[in-house]
């Protein structure tokens, strides 16, 4: 299988790729090439120029300092899934991304950029209120995870702009993030995909971020279970009751197709809501 | 004495295997070869009206073009030849211009690339008139339904009628009557090899393909056909085949390669062709498993003896004929299942339509069979109150029994014994697991039992051939087994050297094999139907017994040639289904534990375990890997898999979403029982597996 | 548009004229005539195509050849030294770990790189380990034996 023939830079610095690709109108950034090859493969994808930012030095690396992670955009899956720095929901998620294979050369710049509805590790990102870092050719800006998703593999990075990083917070004790997913069998994309981040004091929680994937176009901010979960002792029964209120939050556009359509994903929101929260109450203790 | 056969030996190909050096159709090249694409249909049910190629034509490193006016007999199939090797305008067969499926083929292109070969199908036009298309096999049985192949007045393919006792006469003394409508999914064989071939012609003028199949000598037959051309013109030769499992039993490319070597031969350029289809075009350009609908009615007395099976089966056969009526045969068989039912009413249909067409896969129909017969015998065991293998236990066949067909049982039923060592080891007992696991996962045990038929049925004939060379002076320093069986995976040159060491009685190190290629060897059949073990076996013994006694005689070297004929079966009664249908069976038991999560319908296999009488073990590591390979397609047929057309159009074209199981979905154990009851017929006993 | 890409394959270095397109496991296959490593798929999902680059199983149907230049890659045809059969190769055979063997280069790739991560696996963390390998025929069993056979075999 070939892909349509394409031209091809290889950028060794940020700024280096920043003005190829300002120079080639219409040029895609090649990462890991997780999302992006497999869509050549198969001619849907015809991007003309290429501009490979795989060898940047600068994008590669997790680290840790004054209660910030901050994660280089070409950070893989796999590494991610080891670290043992980054919140334990997000190190779950990239475990949970395609296989092995595919986790050793998928990025999370890659994955983020792409705002794949059924991706994982945007739905986490989200939760953990994330930010990401770009540059381009006016400089640098930074823009949270949630503004960043405007919709179906669509984002707020412009033309010429690179995501270099993305910065999470340090998870405080108290705190515990887990995501739980149906997973396409193939793929292992999520058909439902779901970020709980919860802190808990006393028995009761006193903060949760719950955000849904690979049931809407694009990441969903699942407010009404969160606003369900505050102020509330966790137990089972309250969880339970809680999940069932991501109804409100998934409106009418969910997505469907051949192995899990729009009312089955709608069904399962709840028991996998049910299930993320659940984890991560266990874990914040 | 036994020196090889019955012992653990590896797999002979193994060592190329982990290291990389087998040679699979894809990995063949010669100097200077040409590559070719295929531009398939596209179109469900089409007449062409015009075609232009000039544009491929003259593509930067396109060779040649070719057409259906290219072919020179345009008709090839294994069973009837009814489909056209390229339809379009010229075709020298009636309806050769018309496309039935999506991936009928309709040109060939050849260049020096493949990437020059699949644009220039891109560059290809045709007109198309659009034809009423038809993809339900219940709309296509009616009267009034268009006629899909030329020469038919009728979309059945084939009808098969058991009438035996009469079961309207008994539905009165049943205590339990359980009816249901059974619906299977269309299975593709997704073996990880996709097809692949080369084509040259040899210094001798000999058209050669080498390919991946399940029976060289039907596939030389049907080359030779299509050519026009002696059979001794063509060469099949099959390199190492990456899977088949019933879906390389039909044409795939054979024919399009050794056509476009013969034509570009004719305009003097001798050079080797070779193709490799993608993925997708493996999913589009083979048969699937057929769907069935099964409209079950079974009675049975308060006792749990079954008294009457009424069954209608109805079977989508899509475009073409290939295996449909012979498959249609054996679901025949097998709904009815293991057991001896006095009353028996079935009607059995395979029925054309526009879909891709249906063939061989693994069990044969029989699968599709046994889902409804073991459904049914459940139920009733259910309703009755009665355990379901005591249920089975008071109605399973036995030496003597006369069976759905009328006819006694060839001797060797075991399924008394396999059913009981299969509810042993299991230690199976009629309790549910009452205490759920946790709110959610819900566990559940479930019984089932079947027979599967030793070689071609239903009068189909049988043969198996074999030759044997015994080299040396004073001892046998070496034999040569000549041998056409198709080693798909399962191990089958593993078993013939074993076989054939044990029937001259020399170790196993002494037999060299020489397989799978027309020119070395006579016919073997095919690799399929359970038959290889069996019938190569009986060659293979026959042919030892011919060349010891030469050397015995003093020849060197000592040659022994055989021909192995089993013994005859017979077609269905047109009226009553009466008939003798099978030369010999294997029986198989199972217990599966499975877990389900009640909220969100996931089902996970959790432990199986599987009784076989395999007759004797030729290689008893080879029979256990059969077994659990076959487990987890029966897994993936039930649970995951679904070959989805919408209007006659391929919906899952890739893995992507065409879902076969991976190593999360499997079970957590597969216990095995092998019996050993001999079969009367086999070699050593043995039965359909090695 | 052509590049030179250079590559370290089973250890002898290549430098090869491509165009950027080009796959890397094509680049194995036909440029450099390594057919041990099979593409069984379209769409990344097989695992037929997996090969050790510096270090790491990758689907080579899924990298660039251009994204290649300067990886030391290792192919199944690399995996044995000086004749001796690498212990996943000798497991493979002797527990039955294939049938058809096509997808048995890309196995034992992806079982290199889950052992080089965690030498002792349990059966659970192997099927995890595996999940982006298809076979057809063994039903995974034997390739889990066979995977843990070479565990045992390598940790002494």
Known sequence: MYPFNFEYHKASSVSEAISLLNQHDGAKVLAGGHSLIPAMKLRLSDPGVLIDIGKIDDLHGINASKGAVTIGGLTTHSDLAASIVVPIGLSETAG???????????????????????????????????????????????????????????????????????????????????????????????????????TVASGKCTEASVVLGGLTPSVMVASSVADSLVGVKLEETSIAAAAEAVQNDLGSDVLGDIHASADYRRAMAPVYVRRAVAAAVERAG | MSVAVGTVVEGMDAHNKVTGQSLFPGDLARPDMLHMKILFAGQPHARMDSMNTSA???????????????????????????????????SNKTGGSVARFVGDQVALVVAETEEAAAEACGLIKVDWFNLPVITDPFESMKSDAPLLLPGQDTNIAKHNRLRKGDVRTVWNQCGSIVECVYETPRQEHAYLQPEAGLAYIDKDGIVTVEVAGQWAHEEQRQIAHVLGIPLDRVRVRHPAIGGAFGGREDISVQIVLALAVWRLAEQGI???????????????????????????????????????AEVEL?????????????????????????????????????VYTNNVPSGAFRGFGGPQGAFAAESQVNRLASDLGLDAVEMRRRNLLMDGSLGSFNMPMPEGVTIRQVVDACAHQARWTNKSYASPLSNHLRRGRGFACAMKNVGFSFGFPEECWAKIELHGSTEIERILLFHAGADCGQGAHTVLSQMAADACQVPLERVELRAADTSTS????????????????NSILGAAEVALHQWRSEERPAIGEYRFVPRQTTSLDDETGQCDPNISYGYVAQVVDVEVDTETGHVQVMDVVCADDVGLAINPQQVEGQIEGAIVQAHGYTILENFILRDGYVETPYFSNYLIPTSLDVPDSVEMVILENADPQGPWGARGMA | MSRNVTVTVN???????????????????????????????????????????????????????????????????????????????????????????????????TAHDLLSRNPDPTDTEIRHGLDGNLCRCTGYHNIVTAIQAAASSIRS
């Open chain 2, 314 to 350: 109805v079977a989508d056969a899509g475009a073409y004929e290939y295996t449909s009526t012979k498959v249609l045969g054996n679901a025949t068989m097998q709904c009815t299942g293991p057991y001896d039912i006095p009353n028996v009413s079935v009607d059995a249909y395979a």
């Open chain 2, 522 to 537: 006579k016919n073997s059949g095919s690799a399929s139907a359970s038959r290889m073990t069996f019938m190569a076996g």
């Open chain 2, 56 to 90: 491929a034509r003259s593509h930067p490193g396109v060779v040649s073009v070719f057409t259906a006016a290219d072919v020179p007999v345009n008709e090839y199939g294994l069973i009837k030849a009814d489909q056209p090797v390229l339809v379009g305008i010229g």
């Open chain 1, 96 to 198: 949970t991304v395609g296989d092995q294979q595919v986790r050793n050369r998928g990025t999370i710049g890659g994955s983020v950029v792409h705002a794949d509805p059924a991706a994982d590790l945007p739905t986490m990102l989200v939760a953990l209120r994330a930010s990401f870092h770009i540059s381009g050719p006016t400089g640098n800006r930074t823009v949270s995870a949630e503004d960043f998703f405007t919709g179906m593999f669509e984002t707020d990075l412009e033309d010429g702009e690179i995501l270099t990083a993305v910065e999470v917070a340090d998870e405080q004790s108290g705190t515990g993030s887990a995501y739980s997913k149906l997973f396409n069998p193939a793929s292992g994309y999520a058909m439902v995909g779901v970020a709980a981040v919860v």
């Open chain 3, 11 to 109: 250890q002898s270095e290549h430098t090869c004229e491509v165009e950027p397109r080009l796959l890397l496991v094509h680049l194995l296959r036909e440029n450099l005539g390594l057919t041990g490593t099979n593409i069984g798929c379209d769409t990344s999902q097989c695992g037929s195509c997996t090969v050790l680059m510096d270090g790491q199983a990758v689907k080579s149907c899924t990298v660039l050849a251009v994204q290649a230049d300067e990886a030391n890659i290792t192919t199944i045809e690399g995996l044995a030294q000086e004749g001796e059969l690498h212990p996943l190769q000798e497991s493979f055979w002797e527990k039955h770990g294939l049938q058809c063997g096509f997808c048995t280069p890309g196995m034992i790739m």
């Open chain 2, 270 to 308: 001798l050079r080797p062709v070779k193709i490799v289809w993608s993925r997708e075009e493996s999913f589009l350009g083979h048969h699937k498993r057929h769907p069935y609908t099964i409209r079950a009615k079974w009675g049975a007395n308060d006792q749990g003896k079954i008294l009457a």
